[in-house]
């Protein structure tokens, strides 16, 4: 039987830097937790530290989202024990089959959410907790762009948004991903034409707020398709970073808001990390939203989990299994 081992990037680049090494997780400290991992979430952002656009000492330990239960309990930790369900969206090193993290960053798993649909929605589905919910306060009725609506973020996204009332646009990068998603209007195709379709949607008004997480490629889409006074959320960088902005374009779009929001901004503390997170277990509860793993790979083949990924061949979540 082997030991503990993870998947880590000595190098930045492609995924071919990816590499399987033994480790000694060894034993919790005061205030920490050791979790043997049963699932692993796959997101963009592990790209982004591969890749180094997200600096990161190297060798860095890729992934932040996974779930298992408790091994080990370090000193002065009460409100968690060995064999609790447990799940961690924070830091890095979850591409492993065992971590070390703060207990007050570790969420327990309540009964009827499985370990694999913790460990594929805790980052994805807070991200879309924070952005439904916090970065701005829509009503019903109010018009959402959401973009890569079918991804691992989107697919949450879209039916919290219309679970609230809003109504809301999705766009894909394919038919085959426009038809997978239940929204008051699923478009797909080039970015150039979209704002054109969408205005025409909503009356030559735009919508009320985009939220982003493509970049580069849809940057010039998304703000054509804002209303007065609308608000870009950009919160991805899935075709690449976003180029420099002229706060001129904002003006001449209207008088437009621009922010780039980061989950961990929104979860920085213990109180708002159990507030989101038991949001999104609400959700999921009364099955407005739902862990979708549209594919599994072993975690030692998270370098192909990552050329699917950035190909954009994924549908939904995406879980590495130790």
Request: glycine letters at 12%.
């Amino acid at each position: 039987m082997s030991g503990p081992w993870r998947m880590v990037a000595r190098r930045h680049g492609g995924p071919e830097v990816i590499e399987r090494e033994d480790f000694d997780p060894g034993a919790p400290g005061a205030g920490e937790v050791l979790i043997a991992q049963e699932a692993v979430g796959l997101n963009f952002i592990d790209t982004y530290f591969r890749t180094g656009l997200y600096p990161a000492p190297l060798p860095v330990p890729l992934g932040a989202e996974g779930a298992g239960r408790i091994a080990a309990v370090g000193p002065g930790v009460a409100r968690l024990a060995v064999g609790d369900r447990v799940a961690c969206a924070s830091g890095l090193g979850a591409y492993a089959t065992h971590r070390i993290v703060p207990a007050d960053r570790v969420v327990p798993i309540p009964d009827g959410v499985s370990v694999e649909g913790a460990a594929a929605m805790m980052l994805k589905g807070m991200t879309a907790c924070y952005l439904a919910e916090d970065t701005i306060t829509l009503a019903a009725g109010q018009v959402a762009l959401v973009h890569a609506a079918a991804g691992g973020v989107g697919s949450v996204l879209v039916p919290w948004l219309r679970d609230k009332g809003v109504v809301v646009i999705a766009h894909c990068g394919s038919a085959e991903k426009a038809a997978t998603v239940r929204a008051d209007h699923s478009l797909h195709g080039p970015f150039d034409t979209l704002a054109t379709t969408v205005l025409a949607l909503t009356g030559g008004q735009g919508v009320d707020v985009v939220y982003d997480g493509v970049g580069k490629d849809s940057w010039d889409a998304s703000l054509a398709s804002l209303r007065r006074r609308g608000l870009m959320v950009s919160y991805g960088n899935a075709s690449g970073a976003v180029p420099p902005v002229s706060l001129l374009d904002l003006g001449k779009g209207r008088s437009l808001y621009v922010t780039r929001p980061s989950l961990f901004d929104y979860v920085a503390t213990a109180e708002e990390l159990a507030a989101t997170a038991a949001r999104l277990f609400d959700r999921m509860a009364r099955g407005v939203v739902q862990a979708c793993i549209g594919q599994r790979f072993p975690l030692s083949q998270a370098a192909e989990a990552h050329r699917a990924l950035e190909g954009r061949r994924t549908t939904g979540a995406t879980i590495l299994i130790p």
